[in-house]
Every structure is written in C-alpha cells, then in structure tokens.
Nanobody, 118 residues
Framework: QVDLAESGGGSVQPGGSLRLSCRVS????????ISWNRQAPGKQRELVAS???????NTADSVKGRFTLSRDAGKNTVDLEMNSLEPEDTAVYSC????????????WGQGTRVIVSS
C-alpha cells in the first residue's frame, strides 16, 4: 500500500489561485489511478480530476478550464492547479490512489481545506 499527504490549501479571495500537491510514498507513475476529490460543507464528496498510470486525465465539468491536474516527477506529486476560484470551490480537497495491487480500494490522504471568500 501507499501513504498520501496533501498540502497547499488555504484561504483565497474569489478569482484567486491555489496549487495543491498530493505527495505519494510510491512512484506516482506505477499507480493505476490517482484522483483529487472534494467535499463541500453539507454536500457529498465529488471527483475533481484524476490521472491514470498512462497519463490520461479526466476533469469534472464544474472545474474544467479552471483547474489543471499534472504530475511532478521530481517531487513525486500529483498537483492540482486551481485558478479563477469561486466561493463554490470551498471544500476539503483530498487525493486518493487506486491500484489493482491492493484490490482497487482507494487509499486516502488526510485532506487539505480550501476556503474561497471575500
């Protein structure tokens, strides 16, 4: 199995930007799928973006054009660049890793809080 740790959350004004990082204890290029998810207060958790081992990226319609997911080989992180942030983006953002080596069960990080408010 692996350990995941998120960083980069904080408070920002509407229209601002943040970059979240998900550090993984195993090579990010050897894991089937790594995803960023978020859970806003009073709402269900939702997928924000994911990347497969092969590099295919899936991005939720709600953030498409504003959020970009990428992999940093040097830091072994999966990063989420968030631009043009809106109050509706306020949530706890968590990354998870799924792989057939551990039965496809998602392993989660502890999450990082993002607050978008004026």
């Amino acid at each position: 199995q692996v350990d995941l740790a998120e960083s980069g959350g904080g408070s920002v004004q509407p229209g601002g930007s943040l970059r979240l990082s998900c550090r993984v204890s195993a090579s990010i290029f050897m894991i089937d799928v790594i995803s960023w998810n978020r859970q806003a207060p009073g709402k269900q958790r939702e997928l924000v973006a994911s990347i497969t081992r092969g590099g295919s990226i899936n991005t939720a319609d709600s953030v498409k054009g504003r959020f970009t997911l990428s992999r940093d080989a040097g830091k072994n992180t999966v990063d989420l660049e968030m631009n043009s942030l809106e109050p509706e983006d306020t949530a706890v953002y968590s990354c998870n890793a799924r792989d057939s080596r551990w039965g496809g069960v998602p392993i989660w990080g502890q999450g990082t809080r993002v607050i978008v408010s004026s």
